[in-house]
């Protein structure tokens, strides 16, 4: 959001969060073959070599561990890259973490008035940047930097993990909805320790995958 009016400070070093969502994307699939599946459709078509109910426990597993980096570090990561804009104005920042633009200014926005949708401040200056901050109580996050880059290396490898688990869960729940397992709904939550209506809509999407 470059702004002609504003002097900016330089560019964050970042490491390469493509090749640690990849890496983190690589350790997932070699968890799901040491149980004998290398994509989710082998949950089907290797039906005597695989169970759907252990690839189903192993999903959820990585997806519960994902989520919980994610709730501990995101936050932190958000008011890191929220004092980097705001009080030292920052160039460059999105694009360095590998957001969208929408994803970067929903942060910015979230941070600042708790709405991700909430319109940002129209600022002009640097002054004025850190005055709109100030108004509205922005933490100050000390090595900002330091954090930023720590935290959306946690973020970016648990979100890879979690979208990379998360098809062999959908299809391990419709492996389980069906013959010869024909488990209900109730019975694959408890298994995976997820909540019911959660295990409908992984369901419901492996299903319009297979056109059923």
Do not use: C
Request: aromatic residues 6%.
């Amino acid at each position: 959001m470059p702004k002609a009016g504003i002097t900016y400070g330089p560019r964050i070093k970042a490491p390469d969060y493509k090749e640690i969502a990849k890496n983190a994307e690589n350790a997932v699939l070699a968890e799901f073959e040491q149980i004998g599946v290398t994509k989710p459709v082998d949950i089907f078509t290797k039906k005597r070599k695989v169970r759907a109910d252990d690839v189903a426990a192993k999903a959820a597993e990585i997806i519960r561990q994902a989520d919980a980096e994610i709730g501990m570090y995101a936050d932190a990561r958000d008011q890191a890259l929220a004092h980097l804009w705001f009080y030292e104005q920052r160039i460059g920042l999105g694009r360095s973490l590998g957001l969208t633009q929408t994803g970067y200014r929903g942060i910015l926005a979230k941070a600042l008035y708790g709405d991700k949708k909430h319109p940002l401040p129209a600022e002009e200056s640097n002054e004025a940047l850190i005055e709109a901050a100030k108004k509205e109580g922005l933490k100050v996050v000390d090595d900002a930097e330091t954090k930023l880059v720590q935290t959306h290396q946690v973020v970016a490898a648990a979100r890879a993990r979690r979208q990379t688990a998360v098809p062999f869960m959908q299809e391990a729940v419709l492996a389980l909805s069906l013959p010869p397992y024909n488990w209900t709904p109730d019975h694959i939550a408890e298994h995976t320790e997820i909540e019911r209506s959660v295990i409908y809509k992984q369901r419901t999407a492996a299903a319009k995958r297979h056109n059923l």
